[in-house]
Nanobody
Framework: VQLQASGGGLVQAGGSLTLSCTAS????????MGWFRQPPGKEREFLAT????????YYADSVKGRFTISRDNAKNMVYLQMNNLKPEDTAIYYC?????????????????WGQGTLVTVSS
């Protein structure tokens, strides 16, 4: 599976942004998908995950209620809608795929990674 994240950019605090992740490969719709981010000088952290069917999602406490993960398997796309953005949300955002369908929050649990897209939130 090959992944490519897009949609990052500069946004003011309180604003919104939607990230997209394009997945290629015949079986990409069978993967559990996740979004992670890596703030400057910090480790990569889990944000959200969605099951292959899209029927179940799970969020980190830091983004629960502000971020929404979704997927469109017909288009091989995964999205991350981000609302009420804060300066501390500034980071490189990555999408990832996990071959097992059980949700996981660890970076090492994911098998494939996109190249990342930069989100900068100004105060």
């Amino acid at each position: 599976v090959q992944l490519q994240a897009s949609g990052g950019g500069l946004v003011q605090a309180g604003g919104s942004l939607t990230l997209s992740c394009t997945a290629s490969g015949r079986t990409s719709s069978s993967y559990l998908m996740g979004w992670f981010r890596q703030p400057p000088g910090k480790e990569r952290e889990f944000l959200a995950t969605i099951t292959p069917s899209g029927g179940s999602t799970y969020y980190a406490d830091s983004v629960k209620g502000r971020f929404t993960i979704s997927r469109d398997n017909a288009k091989n796309m995964v999205y991350l809608q981000m609302n009420n953005l804060k300066p501390e949300d500034t980071a490189i955002y990555y999408c990832a795929a996990r071959s097992r369908s059980v949700s996981a929050v660890e970076v090492t649990s994911y098998d494939y990674w996109g190249q990342g897209t930069l989100v900068t939130v100004s105060s």
